[in-house]
């Protein structure tokens, strides 16, 4: 074996595992700036939101409302019924 040899028995698969690393590194690094960028997007969805949230709150208290007057009027509806 001469010193061709002993350097393509080693380097070669020194080389396929260091070009293995850089390619996962390159792959985290793009997996890292899709995810920046998708915590980008919701921040201003959700900050877009925020000056929307009082009125979606009052919406909601009135939905809550509904259904509590319908629940009431079951439980009277209910009530006659099993009296009869």
Known sequence: ???TQLYLAIG???F???MGILASMIQITAINA???SLET???ARFSSIEGRFSSLE???D???GKVVEIDNRMTRVEA???RH
Request: avoid cysteine; aromatic fraction near 4%.
């Open 1 to 3: 074996m001469d010193n």
């Open 12 to 14: 070669l698969p020194v």
């Open 16 to 18: 396929a595992v260091m």
């Open 34 to 36: 899709r995810m920046t």
């Open 41 to 43: 997007t919701m921040n």
């Open 58 to 60: 009052s919406r909601f």
């Open 62 to 64: 009135t939905l809550i």
């Open 80 to 82: 006659l019924l099993e």
